[in-house]
């Protein structure tokens, strides 16, 4: 594995576990302990972890900004592709979900430059005050905080979307895989995201194609469940295969496309 793929790696099992050992990660790439070293070096000077005596624990400097505007600016141009794409299922007069992520947060910075008139319901802190001066009616979902990424989780959260219905649901994932579908590190992450496909007519994933092949903690919706996912021309094609034979719709986004040449698409592809 190269080393952005590492370190993107690590950050992951940051989000998960809280602190990595400099032993533990090299075991797990396979590599040496002096690599492993470099890496959490290049990640501190990002701001993206604080090293400690054999590891490394997040930032409590700047947690949020590390974790959350960084992966905002990894793989930008898929990213705002893939959110130009998904304008294309969004109607004016909708009543859309947006989840806390980087790629829907890509879409909600461009919705204004679309439609005078959405519902926007969202657990996104960011997403909510990207689109605070666009007109809309906006719900944001009430619930705990979490710090890197200022999503709300949590029964309050679930208890209000279950109050709500839309049209469409554009979530993120953190990972997905032909066996375990869309996951997520965090089950609570987990539960929010099941619980707005459940108040959605349809569900969108966005992705970049980084995230195919790679399985998180908690699943929150099978291939099937989703109405369509749209990713980059990075898709593996094995995936793309097997999307195919099973009749999962997806599209595979062009990122020298503009938002004008997009047209839904009826069937899978």
């Given amino acids: 594995m190269i080393a952005p793929g590492r370190r993107r790696k690590i950050l992951e099992l940051l989000e998960q576990q809280g602190n990595v050992k400099v032993e533990e990660l090299a075991g797990i790439f396979d590599v040496s302990q002096v690599t492993i070293r470099k890496d959490l070096a290049e990640l501190e000077e990002q701001g993206m972890l604080q090293r400690t005596y054999g590891g490394a624990v997040y930032s409590h400097r700047s947690r949020f900004n590390a974790s959350f505007f960084q992966r905002l600016k990894m793989r930008s141009s898929p990213k705002n592709a893939i959110a130009s794409a998904a304008l294309a299922y969004i109607h004016e007069g909708d009543t859309i979900i947006l989840d806390a992520g980087s790629t829907t947060l890509a879409l909600a910075q461009i919705l204004p430059s679309r439609f005078r008139s959405l519902y926007v319901i969202t657990n996104s802190v960011p997403a909510a005050l990207e689109l605070s001066q666009a007109g809309y009616e906006i719900l944001l ?119 004008q040449d997009r047209e839904p698409i009826a069937e899978a592809v």
């Fill in 141 to 259: 979902v009430g619930g705990q905080v979490r710090n890197h990424s200022l999503a709300l989780i949590g029964p309050a959260a679930i208890k209000t979307l279950e109050t709500y219905h839309a049209d469409r649901a554009f979530l993120g994932t953190s990972g997905a895989t032909l066996t375990h579908g869309y996951s997520t590190p965090n089950p609570l992450d987990a539960a929010i995201k099941q619980a707005m496909m459940r108040s959605a007519d349809e569900t969108y994933v966005l992705t970049d194609s980084t995230k195919f092949g790679h399985a998180c903690l908690a699943s929150f919706a099978s291939l099937k469940e989703v109405h369509l996912v749209i990713t980059d021309f990075g898709m593996p094609a094995e995936f793309a295969d097997a999307f195919t034979k099973r009749g999962i719709r997806f599209q595979v986004e062009n990122m020298e496309s503009t938002p």
